[in-house]
C-alpha cells in the first residue's frame, strides 16, 4: 500500500482550532495560513492552551485579505483583522517577531473567553521567526509554532498507541500539518527525506510532546491519555542524533511526529498526494 497524504491541517491561530484543507501551498515559513496569528499575554508572549485549554474550542474561519472569523462556545463570533498598531511580540525561544494587533475587540474577545488579559496579533509580514543559533536545526524560519515550520504524522502509529491507552483518542491531539497514510506504525521515525506533491521536507528531529495532547481538541477537556501510553511506549532517554542545543529538548520527553522543514514556497500539496521516501536515518527511538 503507498503512503500518502490523508489529512492537511493548518492552524490560523496558535493553539486554537484547527481547519482541515484539500489542497495547500507551502509559504516561507510552512503552510500557508498556518498559525501566523497569536494570542499574546501583557507581556507579549504567546498564549496557548498550557494556560487555557478553552482555547482548543475556538474555531477559525479564513476570510478575504487575511481576515478571521473567530467562534467559540459561550462568546459571540466575531470578524477581526490586523488593523491596529505594530508591536514587537516574543517566539517560544524569546525571539522578537514583528507583528500588528488585531484591536481592542479582538482583545475583549479573548479576554471573555479565557479570562486573561492580552492581545490578538498577526505577523507582520509572515517571514517568521528563526531559532536561536544553539537550537537552529531546521534552517528555516517558522510561524508562530513552538519551533517547527511544519509537523507531520503518521495514522498508523497513532492507532497503534490509541490500541494501547487506556482512553481513546485520535490524531488531532497531536495537531499535525499533516497526517500521512498507508506506512507501517513508526516508520516515519526513519525517514529523512521525502517528496508529498511538489513540496520537498527534510525531517529534523522528531517531536517532544507536552501536555497539550491530553486535551480534547473539540471540548477542551483534559484527559489521561495519550501521556500514559507515550511515556509507556515513546519516552526518549537519550538523542545523540538530534544535532545542537535542541537535544536537550527531545531528551526526556515523550516522542510523536517528525518536525520538518519543507520547500520550494509555492508548492502544491493535496490530499491523496503520494509520500515518496527519498533517503532514511537511524530512529531516535527503536521501534516499540
Known sequence: ?????????????????????????????????????????????????????????????????????????????????????????????????????????????????????????????????????????????????????????????????AERGAELFDIDRFRPNIVVSGSKPWEEDSWSTFTMGAASLHARAPWPRCQIPQIDQVTGERHLEPAKVLRAHRWCAEAPTVPGSFREIVEGSALFGIACSITPTGAAISVGDEVTIESTTTPVLTMP
Open 1 to 161: 500500500m503507498a503512503v500518502s497524504v490523508s489529512r492537511i491541517m493548518i492552524y490560523p491561530v496558535k493553539s486554537c482550532g484547527g481547519v482541515a484543507l484539500d489542497a495547500t501551498v507551502v509559504s516561507d515559513i510552512g503552510l500557508a495560513g498556518d498559525r501566523v496569528w497569536q494570542f499574546v499575554d501583557e507581556e507579549q508572549n504567546g498564549v496557548t492552551q498550557r494556560q487555557h485549554r478553552i482555547l482548543a474550542t475556538v474555531r477559525p474561519e479564513p476570510l478575504a485579505d487575511g481576515a478571521l472569523r473567530l467562534t467559540a462556545p459561550g462568546v459571540e463570533p466575531i470578524d477581526v483583522e490586523a488593523c491596529g498598531a505594530a508591536l514587537t511580540v516574543k517566539s517560544l525561544f524569546g525571539v522578537p517577531v514583528p507583528a500588528t494587533d488585531a484591536g481592542d475587540a479582538a482583545a475583549s474577545w479573548f479576554a471573555e473567553l479565557t479570562g486573561s488579559v492580552g492581545r490578538l496579533v498577526k505577523m507582520a509580514d509572515e517571514t517568521g521567526w528563526r531559532l536561536p543559533e544553539a537550537y537552529d536545526l531546521f534552517a528555516q524560519p517558522a510561524p508562530f509554532s513552538d519551533a517547527a515550520p511544519i509537523l507531520v504524522a503518521a495514522q498508523a502509529s497513532c492507532d497503534w498507541l
